[in-house]
């Protein structure tokens, strides 16, 4: 008795705010009767976040084992059932054709957006199920992408310029070959993706080595906490900063994601300073923000090279925040943003189990964040981003079952 589930939006760009609503429907395309439960639809966000430690104990003898450390957090849970049995029944038959269900959920005010990342996650779905009798329930889950809105006019320090500085001796032990000083500064702190960095570096080499290039990047870190077999996770929404540094029980993660990167090939002789400009654009990519559980934030990092073998980088760093609604600047047009996915590779091979008996699909976890295209009126700032066509796999919103 074939039939087929599918989920639809009424937004198509599946985006949607903290504090709005998700409005769409649940189709059911039946080719003949069959006796059906009910049929349900549910709304779900959840931010996870799981590694393995080596530990080694005493009783072990010595030897290392590795222990799970998990945490979660719910930021939504929702179920409404769009059909259900005549009163008095615990069962009745859907006769043949197609069955339209409205449903509609409320998104709660405060939840962080949607992420990927390679310690953890917070996802958002939608899942249809039929429930049959003494049949396995079919379910069909469709990903969206919950974005709250950043406008960095509401930032404090958006707009203020933001500097740092590094002087390091070069070389090592017998082979000290001087101090090399760095020292970099940003006009503004607050910026979109699509928007150009510009970076004023003013570099004293006072040692006796050369300097050969300087590599200007872009880090997204990202911090992660979890507990130890997953107990005593912070179920009550409380912030990491607020639970106790000394509990045995937590751990936390670090990543750090080079997101763009301009390598600038000088010379810089010994005992000679050098002032120069570089410019980065920032891909589309999530916005900073501090959730239960994960943390986002960028850092601008300029890394100066040194012609000798052992302690021949230095490096200094300024933290930028990226929001989705730019500063206001009469000089500037910032045009109308777009939505573009951002492919990374735990949300591109991500595997998900549609059902008991239903083989292994892989389902399309790519959250879509702001982009600014033609950011300004600079010609060369207005360069399309690299497509990820290559990347992308195609959705799964919707289930066939044949029996």
């Given at each position: 008795?074939?039939?087929?589930?599918a989920?639809?939006?009424?937004?198509?760009?599946?985006?949607?705010?903290?504090?709005?609503?998700?409005?769409?429907?649940?189709?059911f395309?039946?080719r003949?009767?069959?006796k059906?439960?009910?049929?349900?639809?549910?709304a779900?966000?959840?931010?996870t976040?799981?590694?393995l430690?080596?530990?080694?104990?005493?009783?072990?003898?010595?030897?290392?084992?590795?222990?799970?450390?998990?945490?979660k957090?719910?930021y939504?849970d929702?179920?409404?059932?769009?059909?259900k049995?005549?009163e008095?029944?615990?069962?009745?038959?859907?006769?043949?054709g197609?069955?339209?269900?409205?449903?509609?959920?409320q998104?709660?005010?405060?939840?962080?957006?949607?992420?990927?990342?390679?310690?953890?996650?917070?996802?958002?779905h939608l899942?249809?199920t039929?429930?049959?009798?003494?049949?396995t329930n079919r379910?069909?889950?469709?990903?969206?992408?919950?974005?709250?809105?950043?406008?960095?006019?509401?930032e404090?320090?958006?707009g203020e310029?933001?500097?740092s500085?590094?002087?390091k001796?070069?070389?090592?032990?017998l082979f000290?070959?001087?101090k090399?000083?760095?020292?970099?500064?940003i006009?503004k702190?607050?910026?979109?993706?699509?928007?150009?960095?510009?970076?004023?570096?003013?570099?004293?080499?006072?040692?006796?080595?050369?300097?050969?290039k300087?590599?200007?990047?872009?880090?997204q870190?990202?911090r992660?906490?979890?507990y130890?077999?997953?107990i005593?996770g912070p179920?009550?929404?409380?912030r990491?900063?607020?639970?106790?540094?000394?509990?045995?029980?937590l751990?936390?993660?670090?990543?750090e994601?080079?997101?763009?990167s301009v390598?600038?090939?000088?010379h810089?002789?010994?005992?000679?300073?050098?002032k120069s400009?570089?410019?980065?654009k920032?891909?589309?990519?999530?916005?900073?923000?501090?959730?239960?559980?994960?943390?986002?934030?960028y850092?601008?990092v300029?890394?100066?090279?040194?012609?000798?073998?052992?302690?021949?980088?230095v490096?200094?760093?300024c933290p930028?925040?990226?929001?989705?609604?730019?500063?206001?600047?009469?000089?500037?047009?910032?045009?109308?943003?777009i939505?573009?996915?951002v492919?990374?590779?735990?949300?591109?091979?991500h595997?998900?189990m549609?059902?008991?008996d239903?083989?292994v699909c892989?389902?399309?976890?790519?959250?879509?964040?702001?982009?600014?295209?033609k950011?300004g009126?600079?010609?060369?700032e207005?360069?399309e981003?690299?497509?990820?066509?290559?990347?992308?796999?195609p959705p799964?919103?919707?289930?066939?079952?044949?029996?």
């Open positions: 008795m074939p039939f087929h589930l989920v639809g939006l009424s937004n198509c760009e599946q985006i949607f705010e903290p504090g709005g609503t998700i409005e769409g429907y649940v189709t395309d039946l003949e009767s069959i059906v439960k009910a049929i349900r639809i549910s779900e966000g959840l931010a976040t799981k590694w430690l080596s530990e080694s104990s005493k009783s072990s003898h010595g030897r290392s084992r590795e222990v799970s450390y998990s945490a957090v719910t939504l929702e179920d409404q059932m769009v059909w049995p005549s008095g029944h615990s069962k009745s038959s859907v006769f043949p197609i069955h339209v269900y409205p449903f509609k959920f998104i709660p005010i405060g939840v962080p957006p949607s992420f990927e990342g390679d310690h953890g996650n917070i996802r958002y899942k249809a039929v429930e049959r009798p003494w049949k379910s069909i889950t469709r990903y969206l992408t919950i974005l709250p809105p950043k406008d960095l006019n509401k404090v320090t958006a310029e933001t500097s500085w590094k002087t001796n070069v070389g090592f032990f000290r070959y001087g090399v000083h760095l020292e970099l500064r006009p702190k607050g910026y979109v993706p699509g928007e150009t960095i510009w970076i004023e570096t003013n570099i004293d080499n006072a040692s006796s080595r050369p300097i050969l300087a590599e200007c990047y872009l880090i870190q990202c992660f906490l979890a130890r077999y997953g005593a179920t009550d929404g409380r990491a900063s607020s639970l106790s540094e000394n509990d045995r029980y751990s936390r993660k670090r990543d994601i080079k997101i763009v390598i600038h090939e000088m810089i002789e010994p005992r000679t300073e050098h400009k570089m410019k980065l920032i891909p589309c990519t999530c916005p900073t923000f501090d959730s239960t559980l994960i943390h986002v934030e850092f601008v300029v890394k100066l090279h040194v012609k000798c073998r052992l302690r021949n980088t490096k200094a760093e930028i925040i990226i929001g989705s609604k730019p500063l206001k600047d009469e000089q500037l047009t910032p045009r109308t943003p939505y573009q996915e492919a990374t590779f735990s949300a591109l091979t595997r998900s549609l059902s008991v239903e083989p892989f389902q399309k976890l790519t959250p879509k964040y702001v982009y600014y295209p950011y009126r600079s010609r060369d207005e360069d981003p690299p497509s990820l066509s290559d990347l992308q796999l799964i919103d919707s289930l066939s079952d044949d029996d």
